[in-house]
């Protein structure tokens, strides 16, 4: 599928301006044209421009009015493609054009012979029609072979109805059960004062403390401080 999406503008600068916002969304330029009055030959350039032809001759007229279009065509492909081709050419306050609403969609793989005469909005269109002449299968699920998608229900076994707390049915240790008595830890007001007795009650040896020099660079550099030098 392909949106064509067309918006005539009341001047040029404005419609150069649109083509500029298009082009900063990474809309192709393959897939955008401006025309504007003086144009030669307008309705064979809209024509192939994939404009329809019924929007052909409103959108000519506007053009040789002094309306500059823009026409931005957008594939299926990339994802949202068409959505922002709409609201950058919206977004510019278009003008209004008599007899068309400026938004068109055309198959991109045209259908040829039989193919022409699908009506894609059936209800039955993916249903074989020898099912429909025996009146079965009228469910897509059972045309495919999805009876996971009819009325099946779960089996015994997938619910759990056994305990008040799911975890108790598989851990019991998080319900009932009681830590064993020796990994509570109740003898120090610190727990680490009772692994690493150097961090609580110890003090440090005698010969660990600086006492004899009132700067600690003194007691390994006998030379005098730069400050004492003269």
Do not use: C
Not at 131 to 143: M, P
Not at 192 to 210: C, N
């Amino acid at each position: 599928m392909t949106t064509i999406v067309a918006r005539a503008y009341k001047d040029l600068d404005t419609a150069k301006s649109v083509m500029e916002a298009l082009r900063a969304e990474n809309h192709p330029d393959r897939d955008m044209d401006l025309f504007k009055k003086g144009d030669a030959k307008l309705p064979e350039k809209l024509a192939e421009a994939k404009v329809p032809a019924d929007a052909v001759d409103a959108l000519a007229k506007a053009i040789e009015g002094g309306k500059p279009v823009v026409v931005a065509r957008a594939e299926i492909t990339p994802f949202g493609a068409a959505a922002r081709a709409k609201n950058v050419l919206n977004s510019f306050n278009p003008v209004s054009v008599p007899g068309t609403d400026g938004d068109y969609y055309l198959a991109s793989v045209p259908l040829e012979g039989t193919g022409k005469t699908i009506d894609g909005s059936h209800g039955l269109i993916f249903t074989n029609p020898e099912d429909v002449k025996a009146k079965r299968g009228w469910l897509f699920s059972k045309n495919m072979g999805w009876s996971l998608l009819s009325p099946r229900r779960p089996s015994d076994q997938a619910i759990y109805r056994g305990r008040k707390l799911f975890s108790e049915g598989f851990y019991p240790l998080l319900s009932k059960r009681k830590p064993v008595e020796g990994t509570i830890y109740r003898e120090k007001k610190l727990f680490t004062s009772g692994y690493w007795p150097m961090l609580s009650d110890r003090k440090p040896a005698e010969g660990l403390v600086m006492k004899d020099h009132p700067y600690m660079s003194q007691r390994f550099w006998k030379a005098p401080l730069l400050s004492e030098r003269r």
